[in-house]
Structure formats: structure tokens, C-alpha cells
T-cell receptor, first 116, second 112 residues
Framework: AQTVTQSQPEMSVQEAETVTLSCTYD???????LFWYKQPPSRQMILVIR??????QNATENRFSVNFQKAAKSFSLKISDSQLGDAAMYFC?????????????FGKGTLLTVNP | DAGITQSPRHKVTETGTPVTLRCHQT?????MYWYRQDPGHGLRLIHY???????DKGEVSDGYSVSRSKTEDFLLTLESATSSQTSVYFC???????????FGSGTRLTVV
């Protein structure tokens, strides 16, 4: 079974600075998807960014980008120009490309604090 | 966006009582999931469904059952609630694998 590890239970960053959240995963598969979800205090789960394993190019979404290292099984999230609204719990998630009924496996989360 | 609603949003119940949480979607997506979220554990899969009357267990299914008699509704039942089932419960649907999940707003369940 796949596992997802987020080694940083908590992180903090100053407003306007850059922060990187770590995620590693364990799989024997070669084709899969990776996701970062954000959960603000409202509890809503919001998709931040996704990456397809067969694409070497790192995904970017505005101030959010990933560093996808397939051989190292690493999928870190970089938040540039951090804003107060970025304060949230962030979850990394893994999904097989096929044969899994689209199930997502989540890490335990990283709580990000943004200091003004 | 796919509409997905969970009810109730909050619930307090007593140990030993049955509890049913409801997840409703407004589009005919095949795959639906129930997760629980606990501090230090992230989100863990309880049960999922891949069609009407087609369900399967996740990693933390003990003490829970599910039913899906219609495409749009996926029910999670705690037959006899215990304090260890105090948690936030999320329902999710999968549109396609590429898009991951769309989540409901969650149900905070407290068992006293």
C-alpha cells in the first residue's frame, strides 16, 4: 500500500516570504497523481495544485509551485510571497493512475502559520 | 463545480446510540468516499462506493457501515457510537482521477 509522509507537523513563515512544505511518498508504481490540498480554519478542503507523475515539468499555480522529484519520491510545495490567507493545514495526497477506484491516500498534514 | 452537501454539519450524540451522516451530490458521479480527520492522523478512508449498492472498506472501517441506494446519496452509519468515533467526517466525490476529489464541508461529530 502507498504511504504519504509529511515530516513537518508545523511550519511558520513571515508574510511576503517563501516557505516550502515537504512531502515524500512510497510506491512501487510508475504512473500516479500527486496533490496538495489546503484546509483553512473554515474546514473546507481546497485543491491547491496537482502533478501527474509522467510529466517531468513541475506544476505551478500562481504563487504555488511544486518540486517533483520522481526518483526520490518527493513532492514539496513552495509558497511564494506568503499571505495571511495562506495560513492553513496543508495535506499532500497520492493517487494511483489506474485500478484503485480513484482513492486518495493523504499525509498527516502540515499546519502553516503566517506571521504579519 | 459539482455540488456536494453533507448533513448535519455538527452533531453531538451519546455513546451507544446509532448515528447516520448523509452525503448528497447533485451530479451523477460514480465514486464517493467517506473519510475521517483526526489530529495527527490526517484523513483516513472509512468506506467508499463505486456505484449504486457497490461499496468497499477503507483502512478504518471497523464500527462503520455505508449504504448507497441512489447515485446521489451515500450514507455513513455508526451502529453504536463510541467516544473514539469523535471526529470530523468528510464526504468526497471523484470526478476523474486527474482532478482528485471535491469535498463536502464536513461533519463534526462528538460522542459523549
Amino acid at each position: 500500500a502507498q504511504t504519504v509522509t509529511q515530516s513537518q507537523p508545523e511550519m511558520s513563515v513571515q508574510e511576503a516570504e517563501t516557505v516550502t512544505l515537504s512531502c515524500t511518498y512510497d510506491t512501487s508504481e510508475s504512473d500516479y497523481y500527486l496533490f496538495w490540498y489546503k484546509q483553512p480554519p473554515s474546514r473546507q478542503m481546497i485543491l491547491v495544485i496537482r502533478q501527474e507523475a509522467y510529466k517531468q515539468q513541475n506544476a505551478t499555480e500562481n504563487r504555488f509551485s511544486v518540486n517533483f522529484q520522481k526518483a526520490a519520491k518527493s513532492f514539496s510545495l513552495k509558497i511564494s510571497d506568503s499571505q495571511l490567507g495562506d495560513a492553513a493545514m496543508y495535506f499532500c495526497a497520492y493517487r494511483s493512475r489506474g485500478g484503485s477506484n480513484y482513492k486518495l491516500t493523504f499525509g498527516k498534514g502540515t499546519l502553516l502559520t503566517v506571521n504579519p | 463545480d459539482a455540488g456536494i452537501t453533507q448533513s448535519p454539519r455538527h452533531k453531538v450524540t451519546e455513546t451507544g446510540t446509532p448515528v447516520t451522516l448523509r452525503c448528497h451530490q447533485t451530479e451523477n458521479h460514480r465514486y464517493m468516499y467517506w473519510y475521517r480527520q483526526d489530529p495527527g492522523h490526517g484523513l483516513r478512508l472509512i468506506h467508499y462506493s463505486y456505484g449504486v449498492k457497490d461499496t468497499d472498506k477503507g483502512e478504518v472501517s471497523d464500527g462503520y457501515s455505508v449504504s448507497r441506494s441512489k447515485t446521489e446519496d451515500f450514507l455513513l452509519t455508526l451502529e453504536s457510537a463510541t467516544s473514539s468515533q469523535t471526529s470530523v467526517y468528510f464526504c468526497a466525490i471523484s470526478i476523474t482521477g486527474y482532478y482528485g476529489y471535491t469535498f463536502g464541508s464536513g461533519t463534526r461529530l462528538t460522542v459523549v
